[in-house]
């Protein structure tokens, strides 16, 4: 098996262009704008995708254009993005970094199910290592379920395999700020994942605050997610700048904050050009005000 060891991705790649960022406390530095791969899960990322080919082409074309950080899951088909990684993309480019999310599984049905126990945490961080073909993670996100879940216990988990080897560094998913200061009494957190995007925009303070510190911030649903973006004036504003309302948003994103990382998904190449493509847009100051506005309007 094989462990991750980041490069830097040739310059002339797309995804070069959003500018680079190194985790806190690692070697870890990955472009700022990488790919997410539960889309590529089927229907309500549950089962196999679609088109299997297609799958494999996006994970591949995503290298080719210079996507060097892919976000996954064993939760997410389940197990299914993890085998298409594996396949497309095993043995592993030294500099691709794969991170995944720990803390939940899929019942028969295809219902999210939350777990943080010890021994759960354990197992899923053992499975995303065999599915992967990993001798370690090089980065774990811990999943939790809402600000009245205890981060504390299932944090002390995540420093045990730390110290074992089996995470190389720690991050944490859907938490809040009184979370995040808990989290990081335990542990070092290098990065936080959760939703926002132009128009979710109640994380802004920790966004701020993280940047301070030199810590990822990795928006989820940076399009929407399952309910995309529909804002009359995004739509109006990128076709005054002839372009998708898509790039727009994740444009906004990059500029938003230095320590914003990007894993939009799809599961067509032709979308994943088109999401790398924000890497190169640039916002003017009046038009970042303007797109700042309509998160007011909504």
């Known amino acids: 098996m094989t462990d991750l060891t980041p490069a830097a991705s040739p310059p002339s790649s797309p995804a070069t262009a959003a500018g680079r960022f190194t985790f806190p406390g690692t070697t870890i530095t990955v472009n700022r704008m990488g790919y997410g791969a539960m889309q590529l899960a ?6 196999p995708p679609k088109d299997p080919d297609e799958a494999l082409a996006v994970l591949r074309e995503a290298l080719a254009l210079g996507i060097d950080h ?6 997410y088909g389940p197990h299914v993005t993890n085998q298409l990684i594996r396949e497309a993309l095993h043995p592993y480019p030294e500099q691709l970094t794969l991170v995944t999310k720990i803390g939940a599984w899929r019942d028969d049905s295809g219902d999210w199910i939350l777990e943080r126990s010890p021994a759960f945490l354990r197992r899923s961080v053992e499975e995303n290592l065999e599915r992967l073909g990993l001798d370690r993670m090089a980065i774990v996100n811990l999943r939790m379920g809402g600000p009245e879940d205890d981060i504390i216990a299932p944090m ?12 190389g560094h720690i991050g944490i998913s859907t938490v809040d700020m009184a979370q995040l200061r808990a989290a990081r009494d335990v542990a070092e957190v290098v990065c936080v994942q959760n939703h926002y995007n132009l128009v979710e925009r109640g994380d802004d303070e920790m966004i701020d605050l993280l940047a301070e510190d030199g810590i990822a911030y990795v928006p989820y ?3 929407g997610g399952f309910t995309p973006l529909q804002t009359e004036g995004l739509h109006r504003i990128a076709a005054e700048l002839g372009q998708s309302a898509q790039s727009v948003a994740l444009a906004w994103l990059l500029k938003r904050s230095p320590n914003i990382l ?3 998904g799809t599961s067509r ?3 994943l050009r088109e ?18 506005g309509l998160a007011e309007a909504a």
Not at 42 to 47: A, I, N, R, S, Y
């Open 156 to 167: 002390r988990a995540m420093r045990q395999m730390q110290a074992e080897g089996l995470i």
């Open 70 to 75: 892919i976000d996954t899951s064993d939760f």
């Open 269 to 271: 190449r032709s979308h």
């Open 221 to 223: 649903f940076p399009l």
């Open 275 to 292: 999401n790398i493509a924000a890497a190169a847009l640039a916002l003017s100051d009046g038009v970042m005000a303007r797109l700042n």
């Open 42 to 47: 089927g229907p309500h990322v549950f089962g």
């Open 262 to 264: 990007l894993i939009p």
